[in-house]
């Protein structure tokens, strides 16, 4: 069965420090992951996507993810956080059969200036 | 290229009538899924229609039901609406069918609010 599990649904860091957002997966098969951000009132938004090329990605906006199979992770990291930044950020794993997503609960993001 | 649309953005319904979504998706886009999102259940996939065929389906009740037409434009219809079915409602439309590696374009989504 395929889910992903966000620790922390609310993430407050300071503008300029490191963001760090967490993500576990649970996956019957060799998992394709994705991170999406969504802003007040909008739909969601691709940041990156891991589908086995590389397990260090980079996506927009300045985020990158790694995947690590041995502790079943996808962690979403940026440098220095934006004002810009702040927004819900949800993590998603594909299912096995068709165009089925299986999302975290999200985790709101907050940038204290 | 244009993104997914959906029509309406806002919906203001009363309990126990019946409602209509619309979705268009991303041209050439023949995959398009739908999704619930509320702040208690997060985002659950409703389902997903390929080819104007149902190919996969969520945990809801059957007074949710959905369809695609030849131009591969969804609509999806909740009948006698009750409260717990005010939420955000995406689509999301992908450019082939069964590459689980493909990532999903989100429409703006409707919000439906039932009172």
């Known amino acids: 069965a395929q889910s992903v599990t966000q620790l922390g649904s609310h993430v407050s860091v300071s503008e300029g420090a490191l963001v760090l957002l967490r993500c576990n997966y649970s996956?019957?098969?060799?998992?394709?992951l994705f991170w999406y951000v969504q802003y007040p009132n909008q739909g969601l938004q691709l940041l990156l996507k891991?589908?086995?090329?590389?397990?260090l990605v980079k996506g927009i906006n300045g985020f990158e993810a790694e995947f690590k199979k041995s502790e079943t992770s996808f962690h979403l990291t940026k440098p220095s956080a934006h004002m810009s930044d702040a927004a819900e950020y949800f993590c998603?794993?594909?299912?096995?059969?068709?165009?089925?997503?299986?999302f975290g609960t999200g985790t709101s993001l907050t940038v204290i200036p | 290229k244009a993104g997914v649309t959906q029509t309406p953005r806002y919906l203001i319904k009363t309990r126990g009538q019946q409602v209509t979504l619309s979705c268009s998706p991303i041209?050439?886009?023949?995959?398009v899924s739908w999704y619930q999102q509320t702040p208690g259940q997060g985002l659950q996939f409703l389902f997903e229609?390929?080819?104007?065929?149902?190919?996969n389906k969520g945990n809801f009740p059957g007074r949710f039901s959905g369809r695609q037409f030849s131009n591969s434009r969804s609509e999806m219809n909740v009948s006698t609406l009750e409260l717990g079915d005010s939420a955000l409602y995406l689509c999301?439309?992908?450019?082939?069918?069964?590459?689980?590696?493909?990532?999903?374009?989100f429409g703006p989504g409707t919000r439906l609010t039932v009172l």
């Open positions: 891991y589908t086995s090329a590389a397990t």
């Open positions: 999301a439309s992908t450019p082939d069918s069964g590459r689980a590696s493909n990532e999903q374009f």
């Open positions: 998603a794993v594909s299912g096995v059969i068709g165009n089925q997503f299986y």
């Open positions: 041209s050439g886009h023949r995959s």
């Open positions: 996956s019957s098969v060799p998992p394709y």
């Open positions: 229609y390929f080819s104007e065929t149902q190919r």
